[in-house]
T-cell receptor
Framework: AQSVAQPEDQVNVAEGNPLTVKCTYS??????LFWYVQYPNRGLQFLLK??????LVKGSYGFEAEFNKSQTSFHLKKPSALVSDSALYFC????????????FGKGTRLSVIA | GAVVSQHPSRVICKSGTSVKIECRSL??????MFWYRQFPKQSLMLMAT?????????EQGVEKDKFLINHASLTLSTLTVTSAHPEDSSFYIC?????????????FGPGTRLTVL
């Protein structure tokens, strides 16, 4: 069975500082990993994904994530946080093969303080 | 990428009424669609897998008689919340898998916010 853990409910960071939102996963076979962002009363917005290839994935709005197979992690990062990055972030995983649905982490609320 | 739409985006209804939510794949065919539910400040939980031409598969704990799913065509799945109650108030999101760049990706609808009074 697939699962995702986001160990932090809340991450606070000062504007201009680097940010990291943690994610670890469990899946049978090769993973297909995603990060989504959700603003209040809105749907999911895709940020980035990892399928195969380079472990460092670059996505939308300056975000990037590093796939670490040995640690089964896919942490989301940004070198310099903006107040507008404040939102709810979800990590999700599914097996690369087949037609299985995404399994989501519980979400991490990011608050960037000016 | 492929586009998935949902209608309505927001609905308010009285307790005891039924509400239908539509999920459409606009530019591709989807034999499978997924329905998720998100309670306030919580994660997305998979409710069921909708299969075109056959019965939906429900996750454990989801009442199939309360959440009726019909996947009547290759571009439309509907979720009907029957005899809705305030505890059914939630954000309902559908998704559909589609092959893009040799990989099977999921595309999400914008969600439907249901409020039951």
């Amino acid at each position: 069975a697939q699962s995702v853990a986001q160990p932090e409910d809340q991450v606070n960071v000062a504007e201009g500082n680097p940010l990291t939102v943690k994610c670890t996963y469990s899946v049978s076979g090769n993973p297909y990993l995603f990060w989504y962002v959700q603003y209040p009363n809105r749907g999911l917005q895709f940020l980035l994904k990892y399928i195969t290839g380079d472990n460092l994935v670059k996505g939308s709005y300056g975000f990037e994530a590093e796939f670490n197979k040995s640690q089964t992690s896919f942490h989301l990062k940004k070198p310099s946080a903006l107040v507008s990055d404040s939102a709810l972030y979800f990590c999700a995983v599914r097996a690369l093969s087949g037609n299985t649905p995404l399994v989501f982490g519980k979400g991490t609320r990011l608050s960037v303080i000016a | 990428g492929a586009v998935v739409s949902q209608h309505p985006s927001r609905v308010i209804c009285k307790s005891g009424t039924s509400v239908k939510i539509e999920c459409r794949s606009l530019d591709f065919q989807a034999t499978t669609m997924f329905w998720y539910r998100q309670f306030p400040k919580q994660s997305l939980m998979l409710m069921a897998t909708s299969n075109e031409g056959s019965k939906a598969t429900y996750e454990q704990g989801v009442e199939k008689d309360k959440f009726l799913i019909n996947h009547a065509s290759l571009t439309l799945s509907t979720l009907t919340v029957t005899s809705a109650h305030p505890e059914d108030s939630s954000f309902y999101i559908c998704s559909a898998p589609h092959w893009e760049n040799s990989y099977n990706e999921q595309f999400f609808g914008p969600g439907t916010r249901l409020t039951v009074l």
